[in-house]
């Protein structure tokens, strides 16, 4: 079945240090969407990415999808202690299957 | 306020007494789902539903049912619980199904232990 790898598994930087996350899917996807996770919270929507090399912004978040539709990227500028948490990654296949699959995620530590 | 409700939020059980975890959501959505949250593990979909009566299963649907009688509710059950479904549950929902760009909206969790 259909597997997204995310790596790292962990990340610790600086305050004010860039942060990138990977994801990468053995299948190619129809969407990919991104989640942020604080510890003891649930999931929060960040973005879906849709186009073969999308690249969405949000404020310090920029997000790409590649042009095979098979990996993605999430990287933080100039990272801030409210960036804390666990980041994932979740792709569809698309087609009749509504499945989502979600990568392992990054969990990003921040010392200030 | 949009969201998505879960109860109970804590469960303490015992192996093999059947249970239901209700999830409901006050935004009228077409699509919702199931996730198991295991340390390493990620978050894994049980089942999901594009609409009523309409279910399928996700990655991980062995030892859980799901029915979608109502658009807003969609509950979790669990017939004959065992230890290894201790786990984080979380419920969500979306406009439609994954074709479209909505947000998924996840519930506060459910945090089951099985002894």
């Known amino acids: 079945g259909q597997q997204v790898m995310q790596i790292p598994q962990y990340q610790h930087v600086q305050e004010g240090e860039d942060f990138t996350t990977y994801c990468n899917s053995s299948?190619?996807?129809?969407?990919i969407q991104w989640y942020k996770q604080r510890p003891g919270g649930h999931p929060v929507f960040l973005i879906q990415?849709?186009?073969?090399?999308e690249v969405k912004k949000q404020k310090r978040l920029t997000f790409q999808f590649g042009e095979a539709k098979k990996n993605s990227s999430l990287h933080i500028t100039a990272t801030q202690t409210t960036d804390v948490g666990t980041y994932f990654c979740?792709?569809?296949?698309?087609?009749?299957?509504?499945?989502?699959?979600f990568g392992k995620g990054t969990l990003l530590t921040v010392n200030p | 306020e949009a969201q998505v409700t879960q109860n109970p939020r804590y469960l303490i059980t015992v192996t093999g007494k059947k249970l239901t975890v209700t999830c409901s959501q006050n935004?009228?959505?077409?699509?919702m789902s199931w996730y198991r949250q295991d340390p390493g593990l990620g978050l894994r979909q049980i089942y999901y539903?594009?609409?009523?009566?309409?279910?399928d299963k996700g990655d991980v649907p062995e030892g859980y049912k799901v029915s979608r009688k109502e658009k807003r509710n969609f509950p979790l059950i669990l017939e004959s619980p065992s230890p290894n479904q201790t786990s984080l549950y979380f419920c969500?929902?979306?406009?439609?199904?994954?074709?479209?760009?909505?947000?998924?909206?996840f519930g506060p969790g459910t945090r089951l232990t099985v002894l």
């Open positions: 979740a792709g569809w296949s698309g087609g009749s299957n509504y499945k989502l699959t």
């Open positions: 969500a929902s979306r406009r439609q199904g994954l074709g479209s760009t909505d947000t998924q909206y």
């Open positions: 299948t190619t996807l129809s969407n």
């Open positions: 539903s594009m609409n009523v009566e309409v279910t």
């Open positions: 990415l849709v186009k073969s090399g």
């Open positions: 935004m009228n959505h077409e699509y």
